[in-house]
């Protein structure tokens, strides 16, 4: 595979992973308005863990939509080392992500810390405006 190919297919695959994403946060909205209403109207039990594990399983995607992203940065810079020849783009770029291994899929705890402590952050909110008394 030549560096322009490779190229190509990280481009093509974060074009994919951004319509993903954006699904991701487009839901995530959706939760946190189900959350909002949950509280102003003081369901039920039952009401609050449906809206819980609706929320529990945006942010999983998340998690997962991230970690995709991290997996296919760090894989790009694996496939650049292994060319004979590359240019200084590729170089800088492999300089930053690193030539280690390519990593394998499935980490959604791994990739990111920033993303991780976001989603975490997401959550507590998400869970406090469901759980929490006015």
């Known amino acids: ?3 322009y190919e490779i190229w190509s297919v990280m481009n093509s695959c974060l074009t994919a992973n951004a319509i993903y994403g954006a699904s991701i946060f487009f839901i995530l909205w959706v939760a946190f308005r189900a959350a909002n209403q949950v509280r102003s109207e003081g369901s039920n039990v ?3 863990s449906l809206v ?3 929320s529990l399983g945006i942010i ?6 991230s970690s995709i992203l991290e997996g296919l940065l760090q894989n790009t810079a ?3 080392s292994q060319l004979d020849t590359i240019s200084a783009a590729s170089q800088s770029f492999i300089n930053f992500y690193g030539t280690g291994a390519p990593s394998e899929a499935g980490n959604i705890f791994g990739g990111n810390p920033i993303m991780l402590a976001w989603w ?3 959550t507590v909110i998400i869970m406090g405006r469901i759980w929490t008394k006015n």
């Open 60 to 65: 999983l995607n998340g998690l997962v939509v």
């Open 120 to 122: 975490l952050v997401v």
């Open 1 to 3: 595979m030549s560096e």
């Open 46 to 48: 039952v009401i609050k």
């Open 78 to 80: 694996y496939s650049l």
């Open 52 to 54: 819980t594990l609706f």
